[in-house]
C-alpha cells in the first residue's frame, strides 16, 4: 500500500518534470529572435562616383569635342562604378576580441557584443585585392597582386608593377555601444571607395590606322590603402594596364585604370606631391609587327586628380618607325606576363 502512495505521488512529479525539460529545450532553439542580446540592423548604401573633379572633363569637352563620338559613350560607360555584391562586417571590441560577419549589399542584421566596439564594413566580392593586418583596425590594409610585363620601360625603377585593384569600398562607425535589448538597433551607412578610376586618353594625330593594339602603365601611384579611414601609405607601385582595358577609337586610344590613388594621401581637398613624380607609359602594337613604347610625366595631372579622374595626352604621331619620342621594343615580350599572388 506504501508503495502505490509513492509512486502515485511521484509519477506526476517526473511527468511534469519531462514536460518541462522539453519546453525548455524549444526556448533554447529559440532563443536569439525571442531572447535579449545585442544586434544592429544596418541600411547599406554605395557612393558610385567616379568623377571627384569636372575641371579636365570640361577642358577636354572644349579641346577634343570627343564627348559626342559614340566610342566616348562606350568608355563612359566603361567607367561606371557598381555596388559590391555583399558585404563583410568586423566589429572590434573594447575587450580586444575581432568577430566578422558577412550581410547583402543593401544591409542586414550583424550580431555584437556588449559593451563598446569600432565597426568596419568592407565589400566581400573582391578577386584580386590582398588584405593584411584585419585583427587591428589601425594595421588594416588593401594591396593588389604583383605582376611583370618583360617589355616595359620602367619609369620608376624601385617600384613594384601591379594589378589594377578590383572595387573595394568600406565604410566606418566608431565607438558604437552595444546594448542589451529585446528589438536591433539601427543605423545606416554609406560605403564610399577606396579605389578609383582614371580615364586616360591618347590623341593620336597620326597613324592611328597603324595600330592593332595598345597598353600601357600608371607609375607613382599608392600600393595599398588603409581601410579605417582610406589614407594611403607612403609606399608606391606601377599598375599595369593590358588591352582589355583599353580600346582605339580613331582619333584615340582609350583606357581605363583602377588604383588606390596617390600615395600619402588622406582624402582631404588638397594634394602636395613634394617631389615625387607620376609617369604614364603606353606600348602600341602595329599591324606590322613592329612593337613601341613611349612615357610621358602626368605629374601635374594627377596631382590635381589624386582620387582618380582625367589623363589627357595629346598631339602624338606614329610612324612604321615609332613616331616622335617612342622607342622599339621586342615582340617576344608582348605577351610574356607574369601574375604572382603575393603581398607588397
Not at 571627384?52 to 562606350?74: N, V
Not at 620608376?156 to 546594448?179: C, I, K
Not at 590603402?225 to 607612403?234: A, F, I
Request: charged share 20%.
Amino acid at each position: 500500500m506504501r508503495k502505490r502512495i509513492v509512486t502515485a505521488i511521484l509519477l506526476p512529479s517526473v511527468i511534469l518534470l519531462l514536460s518541462l525539460t522539453g519546453c525548455r529545450k524549444e526556448l533554447c532553439y529559440d532563443h536569439d529572435k525571442h531572447g535579449l542580446n545585442v544586434s544592429l540592423f544596418v541600411k547599406a548604401g554605395w557612393d558610385l562616383s567616379w568623377l571627384r573633379d569636372s575641371t579636365f572633363l570640361e577642358l577636354l569637352e572644349e579641346r577634343y569635342s570627343i564627348w559626342e563620338k559614340g566610342g566616348m559613350a562606350s568608355m563612359l560607360d566603361r567607367m561606371k562604378v557598381h555596388p559590391g555584391e555583399g558585404i563583410a562586417c568586423m566589429s572590434y571590441h573594447e575587450s580586444g576580441t575581432v568577430n566578422t560577419t558577412h550581410i547583402d549589399s543593401t544591409g542586414g542584421l550583424v550580431r555584437l557584443q556588449e559593451g563598446l566596439q569600432d565597426i568596419l564594413f568592407y565589400n566581400n566580392d573582391t578577386e584580386y585585392i590582398i588584405f593584411d593586418g584585419l585583427n587591428s583596425y589601425a594595421e588594416a590594409t588593401a594591396s593588389t597582386r604583383t605582376r611583370t610585363r618583360a617589355s616595359y620601360n620602367s619609369t620608376h625603377e624601385d617600384e613594384t608593377t601591379v594589378n589594377s585593384p578590383d572595387m573595394l569600398f568600406r565604410a566606418w562607425v566608431s565607438q558604437y555601444d552595444g546594448v542589451v535589448s529585446a528589438r536591433p538597433d539601427s543605423i545606416s551607412i554609406t560605403l564610399v571607395p577606396l579605389v578609383y578610376k582614371y580615364l586616360v586618353i591618347f590623341e593620336i594625330t597620326e597613324g592611328i590606322e597603324m595600330i592593332s593594339s595598345a597598353r600601357g602603365a600608371l607609375s607613382g601611384m599608392a600600393s595599398k590603402v588603409y581601410l579605417q579611414d582610406g589614407h594611403t601609405g607612403d609606399e608606391t607601385a606601377t599598375v599595369l594596364f593590358d588591352e582589355s582595358h583599353s580600346f582605339i577609337h580613331d582619333p584615340f586610344i582609350l583606357a581605363v585604370v583602377s588604383t588606390f590613388g596617390a600615395p600619402g594621401h588622406n582624402r582631404g581637398n588638397t594634394y602636395d606631391p613634394g617631389d615625387h613624380t607620376f609617369g604614364l607609359n603606353l606600348e602600341i602594337m602595329l599591324e606590322s609587327g613592329k612593337a613601341f613604347s613611349a612615357n610621358y610625366d602626368v605629374t601635374e595631372q594627377i596631382s590635381l586628380q589624386p582620387c582618380g579622374g582625367i589623363i589627357a595626352i595629346p598631339g602624338i604621331e606614329i610612324t612604321d618607325n615609332g613616331g616622335g619620342g617612342f622607342f622599339e621594343v621586342s615582340v617576344d615580350d608582348w605577351e610574356n606576363e607574369e601574375n604572382i599572388e603575393l603581398p607588397l
